[in-house]
């Protein structure tokens, strides 16, 4: 299995991981994404795994030379589809960093592109894949708390100090869509529901110099069956908290209530509150990979991947334009 | 100070406390609301405590024979705003239920009638008294967290088997009034902003054969200086659960985080995290009389009583109406 990777920002650290876990997976080149400057900082990345792969100065030549089986994108937000066309167009399967567009036109052009093509799209909302996530997620699938009627998720970072890029709507795309895509995932992951309406606010106040990027947002989503979600999402974690993000969702249902927060599952149902034993750890670059054998199925399917990016899409519309949006 | 008791529903917990608490206070008479049979409940509730008040069956008997100094209202919700109307035009303070009215009239006349009056009013939103959110709401005044930017609030109850006068909108005012006041009053008392916007949706969907009774409800507050405020609320709560209720907020500052959870008040700032030692129980009603007698202040305003109310009605109103209503 041959992997080409684009771009140095992001989660390249599940590629990585994906990588160390089959034996027959070989990271062939890198190249740094159209605003950047050097892939040097991937490829080193890559020998400390033991991978040596060619270092290129641009994708597309990368693409030619290479003839990578799967190519990882994860470069500045903004360019996340066109790169990602490019990739399909030429007939790579493709993993690419959320969110995998930052306007809906970009996103529905990426969509036109892979429904034509003949390769296989994932996307990085690896949170599916962190054990205590999982585990809550099969235990809900299983009807442990019944039909899901109420959730809230949240997804709350430390600022520290971000890239110049950032600071710019064009490039980061957003708040909602960076850091919320993974809660935003979440709820129609838990409960199988069709999004309807969405309404958001967020605020670039308070944000340190950061230009445009919000620090704060909320967003209340409205789906089939009257089954509501809400998701808080800032950069208001304190630089002494014990972990750089606090993740959490409470899905509660008819039958019961699970909740996961600082990595631990709990469920409270008929049989009483208690700690869920937590699935082991799988790798979602490596699943991806055998999806693409025929072996598994990844957690992440592209129409996952496309749902989830057009809710973030629009619930920034909604934050925009001060008022709900309908799906 | 002579205190008249009228109703049998709701938190008359909180005036016997405050009673057993002063050894001059003395409940002279007892009546029930308009649409209760009788006050025989709330006789021997007073009579636990050492208390002999003089039973009616009519409350405007109870106060023109009582005169009492202090009235609670405590009936069905629907009722408690024609019957402090009637408390307040005969001279006497009242310490009302909440929510305190269930339509946008019924508050509107009883904030006239107030207006006019030479009487003092609190409500029954108990929970600014429960230690864990007096910590954390000084703490916060107190500016430990810097400016708020973003708060989530909860409220989730076991629904049990409520009876029949719930189950019809029109009497009991619906869910977000009566379960998500006390949230929905956090909101401006630990941000001291105003109340700009609010979007909200309520569904009685899975409620257990409680008629009209929402089962679930998401608030989405927009605050003075884009300051959010989300608010979910349920009867999901399983019945093994530790707790009837499950009360919490978080609160994220631009110098810290602050969260409510499980009766405790948990702090992250620049000093790292760490549960916060908690005040010591007050009194909601003995304070309100300390405040009558010019002795000390309430928690709970009249000012603070007439908002938190709209703010429930204006998002019952949303949820109602399917849109984003303006304060």
């Known amino acids: 299995m041959k992997i080409g990777m684009i771009g140095g920002i992001g989660h390249n650290g599940y590629v990585f991981d994906g990588v160390r876990a089959r034996a027959d997976a070989r990271i062939v080149g890198v190249a740094p994404g159209p605003a950047e400057e050097s892939a040097a900082a991937i490829a080193r990345q890559a020998e400390r795994i033991d991978q040596s792969p060619k270092v290129f100065d641009n994708f597309r030549r990368m693409l030619d030379d290479e003839k990578p089986d799967i190519v990882s994108v994860a470069c500045h937000y903004a360019d996340h589809a066109a790169v990602a066309i490019e990739v399909i167009e030429r007939g790579h399967h493709v993993f690419i960093e959320k969110p995998m567009a930052t306007t809906l036109d970009d996103l529905q052009a990426l969509e036109r592109v892979f429904d034509n093509a003949n390769v296989q799209l994932s996307c990085m909302l690896g949170l599916r894949y962190a054990p205590a996530f999982t585990t809550a997620w099969r235990v809900v699938d299983h009807g442990a708390i019944g039909e899901v009627r ?6 709350s970072y430390k600022l520290g100090k971000r890239p110049a890029w950032t600071h710019d709507r064009d490039r980061y795309g957003g708040t909602i869509p960076w850091v919320g895509s ?4 979440w709820l129609h992951w838990f409960s199988g529901a069709r999004f309807e309406h969405v309404y958001a606010t967020h605020s670039a106040r308070s944000n ?4 445009e990027l ?5 967003c209340h989503f409205t789906m089939s069956n009257d089954i509501f979600g809400g998701v808080n999402i800032d950069y208001l974690r304190p630089g002494k908290a014990m972990s750089h993000g606090d993740d959490r969702i409470r899905v509660a249902g008819t039958d019961g209530v699970i909740e ?7 469920l409270i149902d008929d049989q009483g509150p208690r700690d869920l034993e937590l699935e082991p750890k799988r790798e979602i670059f490596a699943e991806f990979m055998d999806q693409i054998e025929g072996t598994a199925m990844s957690l992440i399917s592209a129409e996952d991947a496309f749902l989830t990016t057009k809710a973030c899409l629009l619930a920034r519309q909604s934050a925009d334009e001060g008022r709900e949006i309908s799906f």
Chains 1, 2 share one sequence.
């Open 150 to 155: 109420l959730m809230t998720a949240q997804k």
């Open 182 to 185: 993974h809660a935003i995932d």
């Open 208 to 211: 340190r110099d950061h230009g």
């Open 214 to 218: 919000e620090a704060s947002a909320l």
């Open 260 to 266: 996961v927060s600082e990595g631990r599952a709990y």
